[in-house]
């Protein structure tokens, strides 16, 4: 006997409500009493509990305890310092004999004084003006340019004028003085 294809959709419907209802049954049909025992069949026995009056003391004495401190910087990770005994200073026997390094030359001077910078054509280069020791000669140098055959001039800013000896490759800076007040 041939089955119709609605006949054959309603017994694989049955059959799939008869396997959930299976399921269900194994996972929620025996009872929450069972599932929260624990152990199915055993008796009951209680909890093995502490007596917490020594935890419950311990935590108050805690509370009311102050902090000490010890000398060491709860904030900075690491090792405290140990100061231990100061070595004494080991004097040689013979002082160093010998050549000795040259000293360093001294640092690069400037004998003039700043007294001001400028641009003569506008957006041009900044040029400084510098005022000889004895107040009778005025030059006007720019950046890189050669003054007293061995000072070049680096930069010329707001504030001060940066210039190098080229003898001795030092550098140095002077200032911007003010004019005196009349």
Same mark, same amino acid.
Request: proline share 10%.
């Given at each position: ?35 929260? !025992? ?22 108050? =004495? ?15 990770? !690491? ?63 720019? =950046? ?14 707001? =504030? ?23």
């Amino acid at each position: 006997m041939a089955q119709t294809k609605q006949q054959k959709e309603l017994l694989v419907l049955a059959a799939l409500v008869a396997i959930a209802g299976i399921v269900w049954y194994a996972y929620f049909g025996k009872g929450s009493a069972a599932r929260a !025992g624990g152990a199915a069949g055993g008796a009951y026995t209680p909890i093995n509990a502490q007596d917490y009056t020594q935890i419950i003391t311990g935590l108050k =004495e805690t509370q009311t305890a102050e902090y000490k401190s010890v000398g060491r910087n709860i904030f900075v990770m !690491g090792p405290i310092p140990v100061e231990g005994p100061k070595a004494a200073e080991v004097k040689p026997p013979y002082p160093n004999q010998g050549p000795h390094p040259d000293p360093p030359p001294p640092p690069a001077d400037l004998p003039m004084v700043f007294f001001g910078y400028g641009m003569l054509p506008a957006g041009g280069p900044r040029q400084a003006f510098l005022k000889d020791a004895n107040g009778d000669d005025v030059h006007i140098v720019s =950046e890189g340019d050669l003054l007293l055959n061995h000072i070049r001039i680096l930069h010329i800013g707001n =504030e001060k004028l940066d210039f190098e000896d080229i003898n001795t490759g030092q550098k140095g800076s002077k200032t911007l003085e003010a004019p005196p007040a009349a």
